[in-house]
């Protein structure tokens, strides 16, 4: 079973999901028919990487039989990600998404062509975040009604409920990161480790081994590849989000570096920067309206200090460790091609 035809069952799953919701939406109110359609943008997108590690974890875990349960379980983690998604890029004042406005770019957007009373802004964000809780509350029916049996449905929500407290408490040591400015290398992985890693990675793995009665040993050597992968994933995420191409990030060019992030692509460049290229970098980092000349100098600070260089080393360590961790699992020869597969796409994504 291919990692591609993964995905194709994953989408199928996600918009017959959607099309099941949608009647109840639209029995309330037409009014809602905006909300769907943001939903259903923002869903066409993405590289299914979380429902992809959730298979193949069960499959390492020793899953077998009709798949349609397990990939309405897997699928529904890209209902978390789109919470997760909305929310964040409110949080952030992000403009676009997947190569599209941001939701609550596109509902300020909205009020503004309708010309209707009040603060553009606040309906925006407001929308988004209702549209946000409402992917996060159908994440959990999705999972609920997959229709895996309920014995490894219960192990599995033990997984899916430590990840979304995970999550949270990484978006949360973000915002704090980004008043606080450390600068640490150490609180920047502590921040990649929770919003990221776990995330994206581990815990999915972990769910897919819950949902198919993974013994502990296999469930142990899926969550060492796990880990360090994660955070490969997420260093490779801040790399692309300053010297990436936008066609690849869906975004414009060095967005992370006006939205101020404090990656460990920046605390890497803080620790080996003069105390003038540290002032430079301080000053322009954050600012919303840096423009490409902005960019251009951040990032010859960020390469001429060897931040980049020291970045691109410990994603290469982390990738290593997990590649170690995959060749130790005692694990079938498919899943262990797959997961060698997933590796790939997680960490050498085009800059």
């Known amino acids: 079973m291919s990692t591609s035809r993964i995905r194709k069952e994953v989408d199928a799953a996600l918009l017959a999901f959607v099309d099941r919701q949608r009647p109840a939406l639209l029995a309330i109110s037409p009014d809602l028919t905006p909300m769907l359609a943001a939903l259903d943008a923002l869903l066409t997108g993405g590289k299914r990487l979380r429902p992809a590690f959730c298979y193949w974890g069960w499959h390492a875990a020793g899953g077998r039989g009709p798949r349609d349960g397990i990939v309405a379980?897997?699928?529904?983690?890209?209902?978390?990600?789109?919470?997760?998604?909305?929310?964040?890029?409110?949080?952030?004042?992000s403009d676009t998404?997947?190569?599209?406005?941001?939701?609550?770019?596109?509902?300020?957007?909205?009020?503004?062509?309708?010309?209707?009373?009040?603060?553009?802004?606040?309906?925006?964000?407001?929308?988004?975040?209702?549209?946000?809780d409402l992917c996060l509350a159908w994440s959990s029916e999705m999972y609920e009604t997959s229709g895996v049996d309920g014995e490894h449905i219960a192990r599995g929500r033990e997984v899916y409920n430590l990840m979304r407290t995970e999550v949270m408490c990484g978006q949360y040591l973000d915002l704090l990161e980004?008043?606080?400015?450390?600068?640490?290398?150490?609180?920047?992985?502590?921040?990649?480790?929770?919003?990221?890693?776990?995330?994206?990675?581990?815990?999915?793995?972990?769910?897919?081994?819950?949902?198919?009665?993974?013994?502990p040993e296999v469930t142990a050597a899926l969550r060492e590849y796990g880990?360090?992968?994660?955070?490969?994933?997420?260093?490779?995420?801040?790399?692309?989000?300053?010297?990436?191409?936008?066609?690849?990030?869906?975004?414009?060019?060095?967005d992370d570096l006006r939205e101020g992030k404090r990656t460990v692509l920046i605390a890497q460049t803080l620790e080996r920067a003069s105390q003038a290229q540290a002032e430079v970098l301080e000053r322009l980092l954050g600012d919303p309206g840096l423009d490409r000349a902005g960019v251009d100098e951040l990032r010859e600070i960020i390469e001429g200090t060897g931040g980049l260089a020291a970045c691109e080393a410990m994603i290469?360590?982390?990738?290593?460790?997990?590649?170690?961790?995959?060749?130790?699992?005692?694990?079938?020869?498919?899943?262990?091609?797959?997961?060698?597969?997933?590796?790939?796409?997680?960490?050498?994504?085009?800059?």
């Open 73 to 93: 379980a897997a699928a529904s983690l890209e209902l978390l990600q789109a919470s997760a998604l909305i929310h964040d890029d409110v949080m952030d004042s």
């Open 97 to 132: 998404r997947r190569g599209q406005p941001s939701v609550h770019r596109r509902f300020q957007s909205l009020a503004r062509e309708h010309d209707w009373a009040g603060a553009s802004e606040t309906f925006g964000e407001g929308t988004a975040i209702l549209l946000g």
């Open 178 to 215: 980004g008043v606080r400015g450390s600068g640490t290398v150490e609180a920047a992985l502590r921040v990649v480790e929770f919003k990221s890693a776990k995330y994206t990675i581990e815990r999915p793995l972990h769910l897919g081994a819950a949902l198919a009665g993974g013994t």
């Open 227 to 254: 880990r360090p992968l994660g955070i490969a994933f997420q260093l490779r995420d801040d790399v692309l989000g300053v010297f990436g191409d936008p066609a690849e990030t869906g975004k414009p060019a060095g």
């Open 316 to 351: 290469d360590r982390y990738a290593e460790k997990a590649a170690k961790a995959l060749g130790n699992a005692s694990i079938s020869g498919e899943s262990r091609i797959a997961l060698e597969e997933l590796a790939v796409a997680a960490t050498t994504r085009q800059a």
